[in-house]
Structure formats: structure tokens, C-alpha cells
């Protein structure tokens, strides 16, 4: 125990390396991928060796998968099928050896890459009688917002054709672990052969992505790109190849040296739940909720679980921690269920461990729901750190910049059961706080995130977070009152002294 309570929370942001693990870069794409350096760095500081380390809302795996090769228990959950079979999908790829994989994939090879060339060139009437043969995914209705109704108008016949070929090929290969791993890959190819594929302007047409993760929603491209299959396919082959021997070299070095014992736990509930199956269990959590109603995440899923033949059943659909979606949950929904989600946290935390939860968002009352329902089941809060200045910025962040709040707040708390109610409704002095926090740094330059979490935080510190409501507007229109600038180069805001190149007085 004292161990625990010992340890020293991380209060420096760590720079993001989003590329720097093939086993998360380059697998199979999904929403909102934390940074594995990231996460890695919170398991190895706030938890020891042979820990139970969950996250929640697991997503494609990183925080689980990471304590699991930093030889912990690796607890992952995740209400979404698609965010499960990826996460299972990397884990398992170090199980079976590397030789079985390359020649299960050199007997797809022989048996897809002509058949596939044919295809491409095929008549109407011979794709037509290709479909008939295959064996073609359920003809699903899509979400309202999509530009074409059910999920076979997703893609053009030809692409139809090529996955479902793929697809049976896969199922037949005689190595099982061979054959998931494929199946991640055939997967990952799904992702880039549909309309909603659009290509990158100025790169290769290859280059690009699905709409469901630029604009969330199924966009279709006006002029679908088809690329060629077995190509797509065999890339993304070789990608989990990659990620299958980095993991096996992780693994072996371990061995080597301080010994293995990495475990790994899947779960696939409602974190409300979980939380009843795993009281008490848990030594460390790393989590990153959905961030309200931008991505409805089962909505866009449909895409992978509808081949996958994993579709959620009603009730998680209801149970989704978002706002909106197909099934139009509200945001008093959403900020109540957020509150309950970290009482779920804390049910399942051990006393004396530590919770970290990441989180963004311009709606004070989303941050506020965090840290109240924090304190009210005992957990203290104890460092909130800003990863900001990521040099990959969002598309989004790319277009509308001074508006988008990118990067991330990392929250972290220690579960010390001593319950607070910490007195609301007080007021604060916005504006005074605000020059406050920019003359105590004597800053030049500052990111608008990490003021406005400063900005969070020390409301909740002096009682008056349930008053503070400031939108964006407001938050950029009191920079630039202090003299500051927004310098859309870099996404950060500099003092208006040093924007014009004068000396800094
Ligand atoms: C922001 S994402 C997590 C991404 C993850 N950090 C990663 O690195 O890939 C949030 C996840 O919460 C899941 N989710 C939404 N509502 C949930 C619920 N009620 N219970 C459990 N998971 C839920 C979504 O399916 C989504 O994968």
C-alpha cells in the first residue's frame, strides 16, 4: 500500500509518438487511438508488475495492450464488437509463429491475387455471377445521417466481390492463429475498399481514409476510388506481420531479462457492469471516455461489425456513453451516465490505487460530472496535465484552429476513500483568473487547451466549476483582450509583443 501512495504523479505532458509502434500504427484503423508512449508512461509510474490494469473504454486496445507487454494484466472492456476484435485481434498476434503467418499468406496469395486481377476487369454479368458464389455480409439498414440507406450501396459490386473472396480464402486457412491475424488485415482492407473511401488530395490516390473517421458519418465519394484489391490486401498483410514480430521481440526481450508474465482479459459490457464483475479488482485504470456527441461509435462501427457478423444488440446500443446517435440520447443523459461511469471506476479500483481518465471538451459540465463524481467516491484529484502541442493536429483543429480544442487533458486521481463534497455554486472571476494564469507563467506563447484546462481545474479547486460557462468565443475573445494573438502556424497563442517582433516588455 504505501508503495502506492508514494508514488509521484507525472505533471510534465509527454510528447505523443503516434507512429512509433507498428502494432498500433498501421494495424487497423480506429477512433481516437491514444499514443502508446503516452499510455505506456502513466501504467509504468502508477502501477508495478503483475497489476490489474483496466481500461473501460477500451477502444482498439492500446491501454491494455501495453500493460499486458509491460508484463501486467492487461484488462480490456469495450461495449463495441469492432474495438474488441481489434484489441483481441493484436493481442493474439503473439500467439503462433512467424513462419505459419507468412505461409498462410503466401497461400492466399496463390489463391486470391489472380482470381482478384480478373475481377477488377469483369463484366456486369460475370461480377453478377461472382456474387452469386460468394458469400455476401447481411444487408443492413445504415444510420439516418448516411448518404446511401443499407450497407451493400456502401460499395461499388466489384468491391463486394473482392472482400468476400478474400474473406472465405481466410476462413480456410488451416492455421488458426494465422488466420485471425489475416482476418485483422482483411479488416483493415474493408476500411479502404468502399465509397466512403476518399483520397487525400495531392497524395497518392492510396492515401486516405473512410469518412467515418474525417466526419464521422457515411459519406459517400462522388467519384469512388477503387483500389486494387489484393494490393490493399497485402499491405496491410505485411503491416501485421510488422506487428506480430515487434511484439514477438518484446516479448522474447522480456523473456530474456526480467522474465514474462504479461496476461491479457477481454470483456465486452456496459461499464456500468463491469463494474459490478470486477469490485475491488483493479490496481491501476487508464481510460478515455467518449467525448459527448461527436463520434457515436456502434453507429459508425456498422461498417466492420456488419461483415463481422457482430452487431450490437439493442440494449448496448441504448447503453452507449454518447450524445446523439441513432438512438438520439440526450446530453442530460450523457453528463449523468459520465458521473456514473467514474463511480464505476472507483467501484472497481482497489483503495489506494490510482485512476487516470483523458478527456477535452469545451462543455464545463462534461469535466464537471468527471471531477465531482470523483470526489463524492473518494478519489482525490491529484495532477491534470495538458498533452498539448502534438504535431499532429487534427483535421479539424487544421480548419476552424483557434475554435478546436485538440490535444487532451490527462486527469489523474488517487482512490484514497476519503469522500468530498466540495461546496459549488461560488463565483468566479473569469477574466481576473485567466490574466492570472498567464502572468504567473511570464509565458510568451500558450496553448488555448491548456489555458482553458487550467481555466477547469481551478474552478473545480475553488468551488465555482458549476458556474463557470464560458463558450469559445468568449474564451478567444479574452485572449485576445490580454494582448495575445492566435498564431495559426504553430495553433498556439503568442503575446502580441513578440507576435509583432517587438522586445518583450
Ligand atoms: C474515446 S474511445 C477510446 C479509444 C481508446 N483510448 C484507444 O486508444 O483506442 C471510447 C470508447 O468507449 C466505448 N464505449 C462507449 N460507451 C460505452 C459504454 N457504455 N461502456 C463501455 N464502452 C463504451 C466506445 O465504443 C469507444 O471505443
Known amino acids: 500500500m504505501k508503495y502506492y501512495s508514494s508514488i509521484i504523479p507525472i505533471e510534465k505532458p509527454i510528447p505523443a509518438n503516434r507512429q512509433g509502434a507498428k502494432r498500433h500504427y498501421g494495424v487497423h484503423p480506429y477512433f481516437t487511438r491514444r499514443p502508446y508512449n503516452v499510455v505506456r508512461k502513466y501504467i509504468l509510474n502508477y502501477s508495478r508488475v503483475g497489476d490489474r490494469i483496466l481500461d473501460p473504454f477500451g477502444g482498439s486496445g492500446v491501454t491494455a495492450i501495453e500493460a499486458f507487454l509491460e508484463n501486467r494484466i492487461g484488462i480490456h472492456n469495450d461495449i463495441n464488437p469492432l474495438a474488441n476484435f481489434i484489441a483481441k485481434g493484436i493481442v493474439n498476434l503473439h500467439h503462433g509463429n512467424i513462419s505459419s503467418y507468412r505461409t498462410a499468406l503466401g497461400v492466399?496469395?496463390?489463391?486470391?491475387?489472380?482470381?482478384?486481377?480478373?475481377?477488377?476487369?469483369?463484366?456486369?454479368?460475370?461480377?453478377?455471377?461472382?456474387?452469386?458464389?460468394?458469400?455476401?455480409?447481411?444487408?443492413?439498414?445504415?444510420?439516418?445521417?448516411?448518404?446511401?440507406?443499407?450497407?451493400?450501396?456502401?460499395?461499388?459490386?466489384?468491391?463486394?466481390?473482392?472482400?468476400?473472396?478474400?474473406?472465405?480464402?481466410?476462413?480456410?486457412?488451416?492455421?488458426?492463429?494465422?488466420?485471425?491475424?489475416?482476418?485483422?488485415?482483411?479488416?483493415?482492407?474493408?476500411?479502404?475498399?468502399?465509397?466512403?473511401?476518399?483520397?487525400?488530395?495531392?497524395?497518392?490516390?492510396?492515401?486516405?481514409?473512410?469518412?467515418?473517421?474525417?466526419?464521422?458519418?457515411?459519406?459517400?465519394?462522388?467519384?469512388?476510388?477503387?483500389?486494387?484489391?489484393?494490393?490493399?490486401?497485402?499491405?496491410?498483410?505485411?503491416?501485421?506481420?510488422?506487428?506480430?514480430?515487434?511484439?514477438?521481440?518484446?516479448?522474447?526481450?522480456?523473456?530474456?531479462?526480467?522474465?514474462?508474465h504479461g496476461k491479457f482479459e477481454i470483456h465486452m459490457k456496459d461499464i456500468e457492469e463491469l463494474a459490478d464483475e470486477l469490485q475491488d479488482r483493479v490496481d491501476y485504470i487508464f481510460t478515455d471516455p467518449p467525448y459527448g456527441?461527436?463520434?457515436?461509435?456502434?453507429?459508425?462501427?456498422?461498417?466492420?461489425?456488419?461483415?463481422?457478423?457482430?452487431?450490437?444488440?439493442?440494449?448496448?446500443?441504448?447503453?452507449?456513453?454518447?450524445?446523439?446517435?441513432?438512438?438520439?440520447?440526450?446530453?442530460?443523459?450523457?453528463?449523468?451516465?459520465?458521473?456514473?461511469s467514474i463511480s464505476a471506476c472507483a467501484k472497481m479500483l482497489k483503495p489506494g490505487r490510482w485512476m487516470s481518465v483523458v478527456f477535452q471538451h469545451w462543455n464545463t459540465a462534461y469535466f464537471e460530472a468527471i471531477l465531482r463524481s470523483a470526489a463524492e467516491c473518494g478519489m482525490e484529484l491529484r495532477a491534470a496535465i495538458s498533452q498539448v502541442g502534438d504535431p499532429i493536429w487534427s483535421m479539424h483543429k487544421k480548419k476552424r484552429n483557434e475554435s478546436v480544442l485538440a490535444g487532451e487533458m490527462i486527469i489523474t486521481f488517487l482512490h484514497t476513500g476519503k469522500k468530498q463534497n466540495l461546496d459549488s455554486?461560488?463565483?468566479?472571476?473569469?477574466?481576473?483568473?485567466?490574466?492570472?494564469?498567464?502572468?504567473?507563467?511570464?509565458?510568451?506563447?500558450?496553448?488555448?487547451?491548456?489555458?482553458?484546462?487550467r481555466l477547469v481545474i481551478e474552478a473545480w479547486r475553488t468551488g465555482a466549476i458549476s458556474s463557470l460557462n464560458i463558450n469559445r468565443t468568449e474564451f478567444t475573445d479574452l485572449l485576445r483582450e490580454n494582448g495575445w494573438t492566435y498564431e495559426t502556424s504553430n495553433h498556439c497563442w503568442v503575446k502580441e509583443s513578440v507576435s509583432a517582433g517587438l522586445p518583450f516588455m
Not at 466492420?304 to 456513453?321: C, D, I, T, Y
Not at 461560488?426 to 484546462?453: P, S, T
Request: net charge neutral; proline share 3%.
Open 293 to 340: 456527441g461527436h463520434i457515436s461509435y456502434l453507429d459508425l462501427s456498422v461498417l466492420w461489425n456488419a461483415w463481422l457478423n457482430v452487431l450490437p444488440s439493442h440494449k448496448a446500443k441504448e447503453q452507449e456513453l454518447i450524445v446523439g446517435g441513432e438512438m438520439n440520447i440526450d446530453e442530460t443523459t450523457y453528463i449523468r451516465r459520465l458521473g456514473l
Open 425 to 453: 455554486g461560488r463565483k468566479m472571476d473569469v477574466q481576473k483568473v485567466v490574466k492570472k494564469i498567464l502572468d504567473a507563467e511570464n509565458a510568451m506563447q500558450i496553448y488555448g487547451e491548456d489555458l482553458f484546462n
Open 108 to 260: 492466399l496469395k496463390e489463391k486470391c491475387e489472380t482470381p482478384l486481377e480478373k475481377l477488377e476487369n469483369a463484366s456486369e454479368h460475370e461480377l453478377s455471377r461472382w456474387m452469386k458464389k460468394l458469400s455476401l455480409p447481411q444487408n443492413v439498414r445504415l444510420p439516418r445521417n448516411s448518404d446511401v440507406e443499407y450497407y451493400h450501396d456502401l460499395f461499388l459490386p466489384k468491391q463486394l466481390a473482392a472482400l468476400a473472396l478474400i474473406k472465405e480464402s481466410i476462413d480456410e486457412l488451416e492455421d488458426r492463429y494465422a488466420r485471425k491475424g489475416l482476418l485483422l488485415a482483411w479488416s483493415a482492407t474493408l476500411t479502404k475498399l468502399n465509397k466512403t473511401f476518399l483520397s487525400s488530395e495531392g497524395r497518392l490516390e492510396s492515401r486516405g481514409g473512410s469518412s467515418v473517421f474525417s466526419i464521422y458519418r457515411f459519406k459517400v465519394a462522388k467519384q469512388p476510388v477503387a483500389l486494387p484489391a489484393w494490393r490493399t490486401f497485402y499491405e496491410r498483410a505485411l503491416n501485421i506481420l510488422s506487428a506480430k514480430e515487434e511484439i514477438d521481440g518484446e516479448i522474447e526481450l522480456k523473456k530474456r531479462t526480467v522474465g514474462w
